[in-house]
Nanobody
């Protein structure tokens, strides 16, 4: 099983940027898993943010973040990233990274089998 630890969250003003990191350990990171970012705001369900495919590195994004967020992975460092630009107050949530044994980028939480503990992102207006 893969262990995941997120970091990089914090408080930022609207229009600002943050970069989240997700450090993976355990099973081989670079050769096994597609990965994704999800977020959950208070009182709301966990929602898809972005995912990257193991097969070809292709990416998928939620419409709400398209053009503002970028997902990437560094296999040498066993780390997944989420660069978040032009942040809005509605981006405020706990952000989670996750891995899946699927070969393609998966956009629903049920498709993932390992999760990190989450990192809080708060965007002030």
């Amino acid at each position: 099983q893969v262990q995941l630890v997120e970091s990089g969250g914090g408080l930022v003003q609207a229009g600002g940027s943050l970069r989240l990191s997700c450090a993976a350990s355990g099973r081989t990171f670079s050769t096994t898993y597609s990965m994704g970012w999800f977020r959950q705001a208070p009182g709301k369900e966990r929602e898809f943010v972005a995912a990257v495919s193991w097969i070809d590195g292709s990416t998928r994004y939620a419409d709400s973040v398209k053009g503002r967020f970028t997902i990437s992975r560094d296999n040498a460092k066993n780390t997944l990233y989420l660069q978040m630009n032009s942040l809005k107050p509605e981006d405020t949530a706990v952000y989670y990274c996750a891995t899946t044994s699927a070969l393609v980028a998966v956009t629903f939480p049920g498709g993932y089998d390992s999760w990190g503990q989450g990192t809080q992102v708060t965007v002030s207006s």
